[in-house]
Every structure is written in C-alpha cells, then in structure tokens.
Nanobody
Framework: QVQLVESGGGLVQAGGSLRLSCAAS????????MGWYRRAPGKQRELVAS???????TYVDSVAGRFTISRDNAKNTVYLQMNSLKPEDTAVYYC?????????????WGQGTQVTVSS
C-alpha cells in the first residue's frame, strides 16, 4: 500500500519559515517526479514546486526565490523549505508522486498539511 505522509505544517507569522516533509512508503521515490501542491480556500489547487527524478526543479512564480524543494531518496522523503512566508501562502499543502510508464501513469497523493500565515 502506497502512503505519502506530509508533516511540518502549522501557524507562522508573516516573514517566518516552515519546512514541510513528505515521507513515502510503498514506492521508491527515486523513480518518481515529486511535487508540492496547495489549495487555498475558494481557489483551485495549484502546483507550487516540483522535482524530477534527476533533480530538476520548477516553481510557480509566486514562490520562486522563497521556497525550495528537495529530495532525499535514501530517506524516501521530499521536502519543501518555505521562507519569507506571506499570508497568501495560507493553504493546505499536498505531496504528490507521479510516474509515467508504458503500463500507464502512477499518481499518488498525501492527505495534506495545513499552513497558515498570519499577518
């Protein structure tokens, strides 16, 4: 059974930092592209940051320069370091693991962790 378990969310003041973790079990994340998504109240889910199996990263413009995604394949864990947090970063953050194969796509999600940034 595949599980992605996020942790590290919480309440922080604007300008503060948080580090989210996503611990995977049941899959080897080294062959997966990993991503962090978020859904703010009343808004659609958006991709915040992603990292390929080879380590290439992408960020949505609103977090570029403030957030850093990384992966530790030995620990089967992906991280999202969030600095200079803003109230508009408030959302539920979800971890995603995705892999495309000839047999079809594999797509797994965590349960989410709440991040609240107070002004």
């Amino acid at each position: 059974q595949v599980q992605l378990v996020e942790s590290g969310g919480g309440l922080v003041q604007a300008g503060g930092s948080l580090r989210l973790s996503c611990a995977a079990s049941g899959i080897d994340i080294s062959v997966y592209a990993m991503g962090w998504y978020r859904r703010a109240p009343g808004k659609q889910r958006e991709l915040v940051a992603s990292i390929t199996s080879s380590g290439s990263t992408t960020y949505v413009d609103s977090v570029a320069g403030r957030f850093t995604i990384s992966r530790d394949n030995a620990k089967n864990t992906v991280y999202l370091q969030m600095n200079s947090l803003k109230p508009e970063d408030t959302a539920v953050y979800y971890c995603n693991a995705r892999r495309l194969t000839r047999g079809g796509p594999y797509d797994y999600w965590g349960q989410g962790t709440q991040v609240t940034v107070s002004s």
